[in-house]
């Protein structure tokens, strides 16, 4: 059994965003159909791996993840949704919130005006209607992304004031991300305008945290975020990034020895569980502490 904590399954490649920092797959591409990504969900539990972030592109535009997040759940993995948050719905969240331990939401500015610099317009309003409609599952935990750029580097310090205060009137374990961008993507990329410095990065976090706060934050920089993800692509191959590059290890279904691939790609193991530690679903904490769950309905 394999001593990964999560792998990431970019379902699709399709996504209503451009955003110029992404990591993603590109835009489009084949897919897997539903019975291969069932057995790619399958394989990542028998491993031993025990959470799954299914993300894209965006992957509410797969018209099957309703039945890929029920069956991770079914197999006991955490389950992890990342979107860009502007095609969640009320009746998307009605039918299928049940099997989804935490949303992922990006938020690049504290308002429209910066959002719009690295979102499509209309984006920051999507991201904030769809908090509203978590509000309503408590036991879905909510983690707010956000990429540090050029573009938005002077007003990080008002939008984690602003998200401390939606956190503050909310039932829902929350939490925020604030990653340095990194040169890193699978498209060609001018980075010039986007990157900022280390000194910069760390200036802000200290200007950030001279307030005391009740809100999480991770802060997470180049030497963080390098070979800390394991990926598994919509067209079914395992992916570990490191540096720049995105080695491909072959096809998901086919590797007999994960451990051995995770050695071959100089995956940094302490440190993915050092990340993972820092979040764990809730349905894990109760059983934990010996709380009982009610039924998987």
Not at 261 to 289: C, G, M, N
Request: charged fraction near 20%; charge should be negative; glycine fraction near 6%.
């Amino acid at each position: 059994m394999t001593q990964l904590s999560t792998i990431d399954f970019h379902v699709t490649g399709h996504c209503n965003q451009e955003c110029p920092y992404c990591w993603g797959p590109l835009r489009g591409g084949s897919e897997v159909n539903t019975s291969v990504a069932c057995d790619i969900v399958r394989k990542i539990a028998a491993a031993g791996v025990r959470r799954i972030v299914f993300t894209g592109g965006d992957p509410v535009l797969r018209d099957d993840l309703g039945l890929l997040l029920r069956l991770a759940k079914e197999l006991t993995l955490e389950v992890a949704l990342s979107s860009t948050g502007d095609r969640l719905t009320p009746g998307f969240l009605r039918a299928y919130g049940r099997w989804i331990d935490l949303v992922s939401l990006p938020l690049d500015g504290p308002n429209e005006d910066v959002s719009s610099r690295t979102k499509n317009p209309g984006h920051f309003t999507a991201v904030l209607r769809a908090i509203d409609w978590l509000g309503e599952y408590p036991r879905i935990d909510v983690k707010i992304g956000t990429p540090v750029t050029r573009t938005n580097l002077e007003t990080i310090p008002e939008l984690v004031d602003f998200v401390e205060q939606i956190s503050s009137r909310m039932s829902n374990r929350m939490f925020h991300n604030l990653f340095q961008a990194y040169p890193r993507a699978m498209g060609e990329v001018d980075w010039s305008d986007l990157l900022v410095t280390d000194a910069e990065f760390t200036s802000l976090r200290k200007t950030v945290e001279s307030r005391t706060r009740q809100l999480q934050l991770n802060w997470l920089d180049p030497a963080t975020l390098d070979r800390l993800y394991v990926m598994v692509m919509p067209y079914g191959s395992l992916t570990i990034p490191n540096g720049p590059a995105y080695p491909n290890y072959g096809a998901f279904l086919e590797i007999s020895d994960l451990d051995e691939v995770l050695t071959q790609a100089r995956f940094d193991a302490p440190k993915h569980a050092r990340h993972a530690q820092r979040w764990a679903s809730r349905a894990l904490s109760d059983t934990a502490s010996g709380r009982v769950q009610p039924p998987l309905t």
